[in-house]
């Protein structure tokens, strides 16, 4: 028997929902990676959630998660930042960029589960969770993809968001680098697109 509760199920098979939607694509996520028995697991997830419940679940999410992202930037970010740094002109870009990223690590980390959880909760509904029936390995499934959403989370709020404050505050030239960056991401795209439409001739 899997420990998992229903509104865990419901909100693992609103993002395996989304998850196989960019596997039938032919398409992955660095990061995002699955076993061919956890794949089948999510397809079977995802089955009883329509097209348009799964689309009105991304905006409802959307709404949610802007909401809970506005009050921490007026609630959390915005005092803190007045009392640490009363004068703007004297604020060491350094500081200032890891309070930012900070508060994002709080707001993405705590918001996006909750939005998640609403999300699913209001859009899945009875008729959603009683489609639903949990199995073992569930719970480490739900697991797994909560650790991938939070390393990437961390890459993010950790690296990225800092970075780009730091090259805007000190005004560095990053043409070549950005230049880098952008034929990576196109070498990655690639990649998972090859990898997807292999993954779809050995099926």
């Given at each position: 028997?899997?420990?998992i509760?229903g509104g865990?199920l419901?909100?693992?098979?609103?993002?395996?929902?989304g998850?196989v939607s960019?596997?039938?694509a032919?398409?992955?996520?660095?990061?995002?990676?699955?076993?061919?028995?956890?794949?089948?697991r999510m397809?079977a997830l995802?089955?009883?959630?329509g097209?348009?419940t799964?689309?009105?679940?991304t905006?409802?999410?959307a709404?949610?998660?802007i909401?809970?992202?506005a009050i921490?930037?007026?609630?959390?970010f915005?005092?803190?930042?007045t009392?640490?740094?009363?004068?703007?002109?004297?604020?060491?870009?350094?500081?200032?960029?890891?309070l930012l990223?900070?508060?994002a690590f709080?707001?993405i980390?705590l918001?996006?589960?909750?939005?998640?959880?609403?999300s699913?909760?209001l859009?899945?509904?009875?008729?959603?969770?009683?489609?639903?029936?949990?199995?073992?390995?569930?719970?480490?499934l739900?697991?797994k993809?909560?650790?991938?959403?939070n390393?990437?989370?961390?890459?993010?709020?950790g690296?990225?968001v800092?970075?780009i404050?730091?090259?805007?505050?000190?005004?560095?030239?990053?043409?070549p680098?950005v230049?880098?960056?952008?034929w990576l991401?196109?070498a990655?795209?690639?990649?998972?697109?090859?990898?997807?439409i292999?993954?779809?001739?050995k099926?």
């Amino acid at each position: 028997m899997s420990g998992i509760t229903g509104g865990a199920l419901a909100r693992l098979a609103f993002w395996a929902k989304g998850m196989v939607s960019i596997n039938d694509a032919r398409m992955e996520w660095p990061g995002f990676s699955y076993s061919e028995a956890e794949w089948a697991r999510m397809r079977a997830l995802s089955e009883p959630i329509g097209a348009g419940t799964y689309q009105l679940f991304t905006i409802v999410n959307a709404v949610i998660f802007i909401v809970i992202a506005a009050i921490g930037i007026f609630g959390v970010f915005l005092p803190l930042a007045t009392v640490l740094f009363p004068v703007p002109a004297e604020t060491s870009a350094l500081k200032f960029s890891l309070l930012l990223a900070a508060c994002a690590f709080l707001i993405i980390g705590l918001g996006l589960p909750i939005s998640m959880r609403l999300s699913a909760m209001l859009v899945g509904g009875k008729t959603v969770r009683e489609a639903l029936v949990s199995r073992a390995g569930d719970e480490a499934l739900s697991s797994k993809v909560s650790w991938q959403i939070n390393r990437i989370m961390l890459i993010m709020c950790g690296l990225l968001v800092p970075g780009i404050l730091l090259f805007i505050a000190y005004d560095i030239q990053a043409g070549p680098i950005v230049m880098a960056l952008k034929w990576l991401a196109i070498a990655l795209m690639a990649v998972s697109t090859a990898t997807g439409i292999a993954r779809q001739r050995k099926s």
